[in-house]
Structure formats: structure tokens, C-alpha cells
């Protein structure tokens, strides 16, 4: 039973520069989170997708973020143009079902660094 | 006021005590409530969902206080195993698929 994968783990970039994260949820689950955590910070909500349509992106940052979902599976996160206030820990998770009484699975996080 | 409070800590107990933790929560709509368990460098990992009567699991008991709007963790017999961070998380009233995440509590459990 493989769990919530995430790649890279770590991804150093120049400021300027595309980046795009991967999300690979667990089998079976329809709902998938996006979450960013800067150091010492708790989790920022970013996006999730019911299936594959986002009812909710309200916790974008900035047009420079975007994310899709495809065939109710992976997810990519992309930011452009990636911004030295974009360092942060980026966390997926996904559920059986969207719903707060669903447990989010989270993965291990892609660790971003601009410099 | 944040719409998850918790005290960061840290907290510093020796083995075998008990501990416990608060957080608050500022919409009295809201209607989930957890406490996730995170590692240092490690992803949030639930520990327990909080009902309307109290639960427990273990060594660990949760509450949940409506009136005056803040859930609880109790830890008994603490062991070094559970020293970590312990994050409130309330869902987003009017959102129910929305979590709000607290900034954790830090514990730290020593021999």
C-alpha cells in the first residue's frame, strides 16, 4: 500500500525560473490537497481538487501559482517565475473523499529553495 | 484574532508526566476538529479526530469545549516517542472541505 508520493523531495531554483511539483495521491482517493509550510509556519492551504476540478483555489498566492489534476490522480503544482518568498515546504495530501471529517494522507513534501 | 490559536511552547516534560494543550478557535460554526502529530522535517500525520464527547486513544485524550470555543489533548505517561509537534486543526466554517492548520504546540519529552 504505497502512500502519498511527492517529487522531487528537493528543488533549488534561481529566481525567475518555472518550477513545476508532483503529487502522486494515494489509489482510490478523489480528493487531493495542496499545502505550503515556510519555516516555522504552520500549513498554508493552497488548493484542492475533487476529482479533477478545483471547487476551491482561494489559498493560491498569485496568478504565478496554478495547478491541475489529471485523470483524478496526479496533481502537478506549478509556480512561474519563482520568487525567493516561494522557499517553502510544499505538502500534498490526499483523502478518500473531499470532506473535513475525511483524514488527509500527506506526503513527505517537496522542500523548494530560490535563490 | 487567528481562527486557530495554539501556545507554540515548547513544552519540556520528563518522561512518565502528563501534559496538556489547548487551542482555540474562533468561528463557533465550525464543526471538525483534530489533532495532527508532526515530526521535525516530517509531514503532519493525524493523531486523533476530537467528537462532541471527548475521546480517547491510549494515553491520549482529547476534548472538545464548544461554549468556550477550544479543543484539548491530554497526554499521559509521556514517552520520548512523543516528543514532536502537535497541530490543532479546525475545518473552515462555510467551507466544509477547507482546514485551517494551528502553528503547533513544540514538546519536548525527556529522559
Known amino acids: 500500500g504505497a502512500g502519498v508520493s511527492q517529487s522531487p523531495s528537493n528543488k533549488v531554483t534561481e529566481k525567475g525560473k518555472d518550477v513545476e511539483l508532483r503529487c502522486d495521491p494515494i489509489?482510490?482517493?478523489?480528493?487531493l490537497y495542496w499545502y505550503r509550510q515556510s519555516l516555522g509556519q504552520g500549513l498554508e492551504f493552497l488548493i484542492y481538487?475533487?476529482?479533477?476540478?478545483?471547487?476551491?483555489k482561494s489559498g493560491l498566492p498569485s496568478d504565478r501559482f496554478s495547478a491541475e489534476r489529471t485523470g483524478g490522480s496526479v496533481s502537478t503544482l506549478t509556480i512561474q517565475r519563482t520568487q525567493q518568498e516561494d522557499s517553502a515546504v510544499y505538502l500534498c495530501?490526499?483523502?478518500?473523499?473531499?470532506?473535513?471529517?475525511?483524514?488527509?494522507?500527506f506526503g513527505p513534501g517537496t522542500r523548494l529553495l530560490v535563490l | 484574532r487567528k481562527e486557530v490559536e495554539q501556545d507554540p511552547g515548547p513544552f519540556n516534560v520528563p518522561e512518565g508526566a502528563t501534559v496538556a494543550f489547548n487551542c482555540t478557535y474562533s468561528?463557533?460554526?465550525?464543526?471538525?476538529f483534530f489533532w495532527y502529530r508532526q515530526d521535525c522535517r516530517k509531514e503532519p500525520k493525524l493523531l486523533m479526530s476530537?467528537?462532541?464527547?471527548?475521546n480517547e486513544d491510549g494515553r491520549f485524550t482529547a476534548q472538545l469545549n464548544r461554549a468556550s470555543q477550544y479543543i484539548s489533548l491530554l497526554i499521559r505517561d509521556s514517552k520520548l516517542s512523543d516528543s514532536a509537534t502537535y497541530l490543532c486543526?479546525?475545518?473552515?466554517?462555510?467551507?466544509?472541505?477547507?482546514?485551517?492548520w494551528g502553528l503547533g504546540t513544540s514538546l519536548a519529552v525527556n529522559p
Open positions: 476530537v467528537y462532541s464527547s471527548g
Open positions: 486543526v479546525v475545518n473552515s466554517a462555510g467551507n466544509n472541505r477547507k482546514l485551517i
Open positions: 481538487f475533487q476529482g479533477n476540478s478545483a471547487p476551491d
Open positions: 495530501a490526499s483523502s478518500l473523499r473531499a470532506g473535513s471529517q475525511e483524514t488527509q494522507y
Open positions: 468561528n463557533s460554526a465550525s464543526q471538525s
Open positions: 489509489s482510490g482517493h478523489t480528493a
